[in-house]
């Protein structure tokens, strides 16, 4: 999961660690608050790498690198120097691969189709050599595939949030999952 600007940290405050600056705090929240709503496992380690490139004193961008106990790694990365930037998520696993290029949600899932095939890939000139390894798969083992179609939300935050406040409804936003949003950002900072 990526997020990539070429402009710097805007605003007064984001530069300023009294008041929760830097990237970890401003748009690593959401990130990661997206990945564990995203995967149902406790986290068995984190390992992170925040940038100060711009010389303030809160991080202008990191990366960092979690490990789930039911073995789903994930990078979760942060970037306010890139002038070209990766795909907004890039998910694999053994059987396919999909990609969000762009907020505007482009992009397509590539998956397995389960045919045996027989004949093997082509090898692909890589360099001064070959190698059938990077080659592409050959017709008939993937298909291309759209991304299911997203829906917004059923309940506003904001909405909700004022109806908590005002009439004690049941929050979107449970306390247990701001907890463990909270408690990854300690583990990411230490």
Do not use: C
């Not at 999909?98 to 045919?115: C, Q």
């Not at 904001?158 to 990854?184: I, T």
Request: proline residues 6%; glycine residues 10%; aromatic residues 8%.
């Amino acid at each position: 999961s990526r997020v990539h600007g070429a402009n710097g940290i805007p605003g007064d405050w984001r530069h300023l660690k009294a008041h929760g600056g830097g990237m970890v705090l401003d748009w690593g929240i959401h990130l990661f608050d997206q990945l564990l709503w995203l995967v149902d496992s406790p986290i068995k380690s984190v390992h992170s790498d925040l940038s100060y490139i711009l010389g303030d004193e809160v991080d202008d961008g990191f990366m960092a690198y979690i490990t789930f106990e039911n073995g789903i790694r994930a990078h979760v990365e942060v970037g306010t120097s890139n002038f070209i930037s990766l795909p907004r998520w890039y998910i694999k696993g053994n059987q396919g691969t999909a990609i969000i290029e762009d907020w505007e949600m482009n992009g397509r899932i590539v998956k397995a189709t389960g045919n045996a095939v027989e004949n093997k890939p082509s090898p692909i000139r890589a360099g001064v050599g070959l190698t059938k390894t990077m080659a592409p798969p050959v017709d008939g083992v993937t298909e291309t595939l759209p991304l299911p179609e997203s829906k917004p939300a059923d309940v506003s935050f904001y909405r909700n949030f004022y109806d908590v406040v005002k009439a004690g409804a049941e929050p979107v936003v449970k306390n247990e999952e701001v907890r463990q949003v909270m408690q990854l950002i300690d583990r990411i900072l230490k």
